[in-house]
C-alpha cells in the first residue's frame, strides 16, 4: 500500500494552454438558468427574441406580446462538473465585483463631469 509521500510523488504538473478556434461562435445572452444535478451543474443561456409586430398602434403590440408572449431560445448549454463549480461560481463572482467597481467609477465621474448636465 502507498504511502501518502509516494502517492503525491505520483503526480504530474502539465502546463494547461486555453485555445479558443477562430470560428467559435460568440452568442449573446440575456437571461441563464441553473441547475443542479446530482454530479453536475447545468447552466443554460438564453437569448430573448423579440415578436415581429404588424400592429400599428402602442396598445395592439401590448395586447400581441400578452397574448404571444416572447420566446426565450437557448443559444449555449455548459455542463460543469459538481467539485468544479464552486470555482466557477467564484469566478463569476469575481467578475460581477469588478464590473461593480467599474460601473461606480464610472458614474462617479459622470456625476463629477459638469459637461454631462442637461442644458435647458
Not at 447552466?43 to 408572449?69: D, K, M, N, Y
Not at 455548459?78 to 467578475?95: G, S
Amino acid at each position: 500500500m502507498a504511502t501518502d509521500e509516494e502517492a503525491k510523488s505520483d503526480k504530474v504538473q502539465i502546463k494547461l494552454g486555453f485555445r479558443i478556434p477562430p470560428r467559435m461562435p460568440s452568442v449573446y445572452a440575456h437571461h441563464m438558468l441553473v441547475q443542479r444535478g446530482e454530479n453536475e451543474v447545468v447552466v443554460s443561456f438564453f437569448e430573448l427574441l423579440p415578436p415581429v409586430f404588424i400592429e400599428e398602434t402602442p396598445e395592439e403590440r401590448a395586447e400581441s406580446v400578452q397574448e404571444t408572449g416572447i420566446i426565450a431560445e437557448c443559444v449555449a448549454r455548459v455542463t460543469i462538473a459538481k467539485n468544479r463549480f464552486p470555482d466557477f461560481a467564484k469566478a463569476m463572482t469575481q467578475v460581477a465585483a469588478q464590473i461593480e467597481k467599474n460601473q461606480d467609477k464610472t458614474e462617479s465621474n459622470d456625476a463629477d463631469n459638469p459637461e454631462n448636465e442637461s442644458k435647458g
